[in-house]
Every structure is written in structure tokens, then in C-alpha cells.
């Protein structure tokens, strides 16, 4: 077991799964600390859950405090004073979980808060850090007719979400949540149709069909942009605006990329005015109309 390792699974009861990941972090130590959960897990052979579960069982919150906690060891310095696992809480177990949950989510929504004014410049558009880069792409995803957005399996909600306000402030906004030949016929169809942008959501586990999507419409002549859990991603786009995602639960969840996905829209409306505040005025006549909702 690599040295500092043994602090953390003396006198632990590990079962054979956490044994496995214990072994591949001592092995790959160097490596390991910069990789995701779900990078972790594949790469050790079980599921992004147990991966979870085994930082829980060495006393930490969730896997990014264990990750937090063992990059001392590679890249030098003191562990931090909060490494070590936290005395035991009151809370019984369900408030607990809940309450790290949101605490997660809160620490991401902070990322993306902080990460505002940092970050690099789109080749051929203006604005600088992640903000400026939000508005750049928002204006030209404005003024791209038709404007298809890609987003496959777990994405899929997201996109579905976007494209149901996108549609009140543009003109022609074409979901792909489908695989197969349907895929290949949207990318086709909004190419010929003028399309310049492609957007897509991109959330872990990355589906192999989505990522051949991205490939593809680059052969097209597309420029895509991502919305992804992290910068560096192992797949082609010209802009990636960059929101982690909450791995404490069985499942991950999304609070920070919709967030983000929200500010690409308002950076939408902002940059085509006349059109949004004139687009919105209609929904909400044919709202009025057809009494699409019920009166509060």
C-alpha cells in the first residue's frame, strides 16, 4: 500500500469491492487523484457508486473530500487540517446524506459562480473568462437559425428543459435526444438548413453515439459547443463551458449544468432583445387564449 494510504483503511472493514478500489488507488496513486468518480470506477472495475460508498466507509463526505484529501501525498505539502475524517455527526443518517447532498451541490454551484471571470477566450468570438464566453456564444447561438442541441440518454432531460424555453425566445430551436439514423437526419437536416452552431449537453457516463454525433458534425462543417462536467473533455467541441456534477447520490445530479444552461439562455434573450421581449408577448397571448395554464 502506498505511503499515507494506511492512515485512512487501518482497522477498516472494507468489503472486496472497496478492497479493489483501495488497491488501485495505491497502485495508481499519482493518477488516481485526478480523476472523476466515474473515471475512478471504470478504471478500478465497479460502479461509480461503490466508489462513493468507499469514501463514506474511510469517514469522508463523499469522494471529492477523499480526492481532496490524498492529492497531498502526490503533489506535496501538509495534508489539510480537514483531511482526517470529521467527528461523528448527531444527525441520524437520512438528514445527514441530505445534507451533504446539498452542501455538494452548493460547492458546485460555487464552482461555476467563481469560475465566471476565469477562463480562456473563443477562438473568433469576443469576451473573456466564462461569462464572456457565455455571452459570445449566446449571441451567436441567437442568431443561429435553425439552432439544433444534441444531448443523448442521461443528457437528454437537460436538453429537452433548454430547448422548451429556448423555443419562446427563438425561432427554431431542433432538440436530438434520439439516436441512430434519426440523429444523423437532424444533423442533416439543420446543416442544409443554414445551421452554423451545434450545441450539445454532454454529462457523464459520455455516450459513444453522442461523441460520434460531435465527430460527425464537425465533418459537416458545425461549430460545437458543450456543456460538460469539466473542461478538458476526451471529445471534440470548439467551446466548453465546463459545470460539475454531484456524484454523492446513487445517481449523479445536475443543479450546476442547468444552472449554467440557464445563463447560455438569458445570454440568448440579452443579445437578441427585440425579438425575445416580442416572442414573449405572444406566448403569453396564446397562453391567455387557449388557457394553457390554470389561473393562480
Known amino acids: 500500500m502506498a505511503d499515507g494510504l494506511e ?12 478492497q479493489r478500489i483501495a488497491q488501485y488507488l495505491s497502485e495508481h496513486l499519482s493518477d488516481a487523484i485526478f480523476l472523476s468518480s466515474v473515471e475512478l470506477a471504470e478504471r478500478a472495475g465497479v460502479s461509480q457508486p461503490s466508489v462513493t460508498r468507499f469514501a463514506m466507509a474511510l469517514g469522508f463526505a463523499g469522494y471529492p473530500e477523499l480526492r481532496h484529501a ?33 452542501d455538494h ?11 465566471l471571470t476565469a477562463g480562456s477566450r473563443i477562438p473568433g468570438l469576443p ?3 466564462l461569462s464572456g464566453r457565455i455571452e459570445a456564444l449566446g449571441a451567436a447561438l441567437a442568431a443561429c437559425e435553425p439552432l439544433p442541441v444534441l444531448g443523448l440518454r442521461v443528457s437528454c432531460g437537460l436538453v429537452t428543459t ?24 437532424g444533423l442533416h ?3 442544409r438548413a443554414g ?71 438569458e445570454a440568448m434573450a440579452d443579445a437578441a432583445p427585440l425579438r425575445t421581449q416580442a416572442r414573449l408577448e405572444e406566448h403569453e397571448r396564446m397562453t391567455d387564449e387557449t388557457g394553457v395554464f390554470l389561473e393562480p
Open 162 to 185: 433548454f430547448a422548451y424555453y429556448a423555443r419562446r425566445i427563438h425561432p427554431d430551436v431542433r432538440p436530438l435526444i434520439h439516436g441512430g439514423s434519426e440523429l444523423t437526419d
Open 70 to 102: 490524498l492529492r497531498p501525498l502526490v503533489v506535496g505539502g501538509d495534508a489539510p487540517a480537514d483531511a482526517a475524517p470529521a467527528a461523528p455527526d448527531p444527525l441520524p443518517d437520512g438528514a445527514r446524506l441530505l445534507r451533504e447532498v446539498v
Open 7 to 18: 492512515w485512512l483503511v487501518e482497522g477498516r472493514r472494507l468489503s472486496p469491492v472497496q
Open 195 to 265: 445551421s452554423e452552431w451545434l450545441l450539445a449537453v454532454m454529462l457523464p457516463r459520455y455516450p459513444a453515439e453522442a461523441v460520434h454525433a460531435l465527430e460527425y458534425a464537425a465533418k459537416l462543417g458545425y461549430r460545437t459547443a458543450v456543456i460538460a462536467d469539466r473542461a478538458e473533455v476526451p471529445f471534440p467541441a470548439d467551446v466548453v463551458l465546463p459545470a460539475p456534477v454531484g456524484e454523492r447520490l446513487v445517481c449523479d445530479s445536475h443543479a450546476a449544468p442547468l444552472a449554467l444552461a440557464m445563463l447560455l439562455l
Open 189 to 191: 437536416a439543420a446543416r
Open 105 to 115: 451541490e452548493i460547492r458546485n454551484l460555487t464552482a461555476v459562480r467563481d469560475s
Open 127 to 129: 469576451g473573456d473568462g
